[in-house]
């Protein structure tokens, strides 16, 4: 079974960087053809893509967040990270780590809330 689960603090201060971590079990992270992306739901919102890593190592982020978005993955581990740099209230969110293959996100982490407040 392909499990996702994302883990990072809670709460984070203004101006600071968020990073959080997806850790992969059940399918390695360089499997063919795979992206490995991170989603973002603000409450009362809609779900946001901020961009992915691929298989390769090659990724690709949102035009509104390229500019403090950064996802890296560590092969050894299996797991894929998220920075986001000076972060703002606006930035709070249910951040959720997602495999896409074929057109489709087809396995999901469960989501960790991160409150962005001084």
């Known amino acids: 079974q392909v499990q996702l689960q994302e883990s990072g603090p809670g709460l984070v201060k203004p101006s600071q960087t968020l990073s959080l971590s997806c850790t992969v079990s059940?399918?390695?992270?360089?499997?063919?053809?795979?992206?490995w992306n991170w989603i973002r739901q603000p409450p009362g919102k809609g779900l946001e893509w901020m961009g992915k890593?691929?298989?390769?190592?090659?990724?690709a982020y949102s035009p509104s967040l390229k500019s403090r978005t950064s996802i890296s993955r560590d092969t050894s581990k299996n797991q894929f990270s998220l920075q986001l740099s000076s972060v703002t209230p606006e930035d709070t969110a249910v951040y959720y780590c997602?495999?896409?293959?074929?057109?489709?996100?087809?396995?999901w982490g469960q989501g960790t809330q991160v409150t962005v407040s001084a």
């Open positions: 997602a495999r896409g293959y074929s057109f489709s996100y087809d396995h």
């Open positions: 890593i691929h298989y390769d190592g090659n990724g």
């Open positions: 059940g399918v390695s992270i360089t499997s063919s053809q795979t992206s």
